[in-house]
């Protein structure tokens, strides 16, 4: 039976969509029906632009102290909302409370990230040829921006979505994924509502699986909205990114990945295997930053797979409700059997299990360029290792992808680490640790097909600003 009814958010108001229709929001581990949230169409999507731009003259005039203080009260908020989160979280994306709680730190120090870019100066003061002139550079918000959120790091990816935006004086409409439409949008916007947001600043509109590509269109060609945002999927990043090319309007897409654990010969075996552990597994490995390659120096490839198996053979799977679940449900079937077609090819092309299969956490070897699992991003719970002659073999296999989000490189020497790090082609690179991690105030994003634009510290609030120049003559 269904826990919760949502509505849309627009303009401060719960609505329904315009025709009433509603959609069911599943649970993955049970398969019931968790939620049901209403399934706007194009018309409701018009509505909640309309609700965005008639805030945009107040938000974008609003005191930088205001600003904050609503930031800053939603990051509290959030942190006190804690245990709300991690039912939320394992009801709706199979979530384990580890996870659920990370997503609530982090989320918090996002916005509190947010509420600092407020108070920081909006320009400069330029040179001029001019004499007495007055050259400035200033910054500016751009107006109603379109967010989307993924339900993979929901709480994360939905207050990444809109602090950013909302702290540079935009006003957001906020689509989350339909498999996440409380803890990837609703939730962040109820957060921010109590904490002081003004009506219509931030709108939610959430929709049917069906609806996704006319809900997305409606609202990226919107003439009002003036910049987008969009974290999932390569596949779906290229179309949004196709659509707001097309009309011309700027946009962070932040993508798939395909990355690589770099395990070198003098590496610390016992934290490698830790740190891959991590990498691949967190979360099930669905994660745009899970570690999916692991390329380890054939000397010590042997002992770090036998190691890797026999921990990763031994992580708890299960209940994400239970608190000793470490690998919860995958979100959907369809990702489920996508994952296991993957390892079931490169079995039956000659891969090695070397723990799992049949669905639990999986290790691989003996893999071949010729697979999809070699190639592909599987965002599941499997990872594959790859033996590697030396570091010039490593580099070549972690750039021969099109994607380029992050690398890890695990090393003794730090100077060896850097000189391979800066031969790697992702936007993101640990040395010494292993892919998937993140701060709000350090850019964060890819290259090559993992997309363009960066969120965080002031490269997020660059990327949702217009910069003009502006003179002022002397008498
Ligand atoms: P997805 O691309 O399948 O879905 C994202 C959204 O796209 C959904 O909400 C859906 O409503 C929308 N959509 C579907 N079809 C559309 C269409 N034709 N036009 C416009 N919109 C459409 O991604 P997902 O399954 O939610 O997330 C998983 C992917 O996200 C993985 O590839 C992962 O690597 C990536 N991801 C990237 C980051 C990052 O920061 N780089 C973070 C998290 C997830």
Redesign the pocket.
């Known amino acids: 039976m269904a826990s919760d009814k949502r509505e849309l958010l627009i303009g401060g108001d719960s609505v329904p969509a315009l025709d009433g229709r509603t959609t069911d929001d599943l649970n993955p581990f049970t398969g019931e029906v968790y939620a049901v949230v209403a399934a706007a169409g194009p018309a409701d999507v018009t509505r909640a632009v309309d609700a965005a731009q008639a805030a945009f003259p107040e938000w974008s005039a609003t005191t930088p102290s205001v600003k904050r203080g609503i930031l800053l009260r939603a990051a509290d908020g959030l942190e006190a909302r804690t245990a709300e989160v991690v039912a939320v979280m394992a009801a709706e994306v199979g979530g384990v409370g580890g996870w659920a709680g990370f997503n609530v730190m982090l989320a918090a120090n996002i916005l509190r990230e947010a509420a600092a870019a407020v108070t920081q100066p909006v320009g400069e003061v330029l040179t001029t040829e001019v004499p007495g002139q007055l050259s400035l550079a200033v910054r500016e918000p751009l107006g109603v921006v379109a967010a989307?959120?993924?339900?993979?790091?929901p709480v994360i990816?939905s207050a990444?979505a809109v602090a950013a935006p909302l702290a540079a004086g935009n006003t957001v409409v906020l689509?989350?994924?339909?498999?996440?439409p409380i803890a990837?949008g609703l939730f962040i916007a109820d957060v921010l509502r109590e904490a002081g947001l003004p009506a219509g600043v931030l709108n939610v509109v959430t929709?049917a699986?069906a609806d996704?590509?006319a809900?997305?269109?409606a609202l990226?060609t919107d003439s009002r909205v003036r910049a987008v945002n969009?974290?999932?999927?390569?596949?779906?990043?290229r179309?949004?990114g196709t659509?707001a090319a097309q009309h011309l309007k700027p946009a962070v897409?932040?993508?798939?990945?395909k990355n690589s654990l770099l395990v070198l010969d003098d590496a610390d075996l016992d934290h490698a295997v830790d740190a891959a552990t991590f990498g691949a597994f967190h979360n099930a490995g669905?994660?745009?930053?899970?570690t999916d390659r692991i390329l380890v120096h054939r000397s010590v490839a042997e002992e770090f797979t036998a190691k890797l198996a026999a921990k990763v053979g031994s992580l708890p799977h299960g209940d994400p409700a239970d608190p000793g679940t470490v690998i919860g449900p995958m979100?959907n079937p369809r990702?489920a059997s996508r994952v296991a077609a993957l390892v079931a090819e490169a079995v039956e092309a000659g891969a090695t299990v070397r723990a799992g299969g049949n669905g639990a956490a999986t290790v691989l070897d003996g893999v071949t360029p010729s697979m999809r699992v070699f190639q592909e991003?599987i965002?599941g719970p499997a990872v594959i290792v790859v033996p590697v002659a030396d570091d010039d073999e490593a580099v070549a296999i972690a750039n021969d992808t099109e994607h380029g989000?992050t690398a890890g490189i695990l090393t003794e020497d730090s100077r060896r680490g850097l000189a391979l790090a800066q031969r790697i082609r992702t936007g993101i690179v640990h040395v010494g640790n292993q892919t998937v991690d993140d701060e709000p105030q350090a850019p964060?994003?890819?290259v090559k097909s993992?997309?363009y634009g960066r969120?965080g510290g002031r490269w997020g609030i660059e990327a949702f600003s217009a910069t003009r120049w502006v003179t002022v003559a002397s008498e």
Do not use: H, Y
Request: hydrophobic residues 45%.
């Open positions: 989307f959120a993924p339900w993979n790091a990816l990444r689509k989350p994924s339909e498999d996440a990837a929709n699986p996704a590509a809900v997305a269109e990226i969009f974290t999932g999927s390569t596949e779906v990043g179309i949004v659509l897409l932040e993508l798939g990945g669905q994660i745009c930053m899970s979100i990702s991003e965002f989000l964060f994003g890819g993992s997309g969120f």
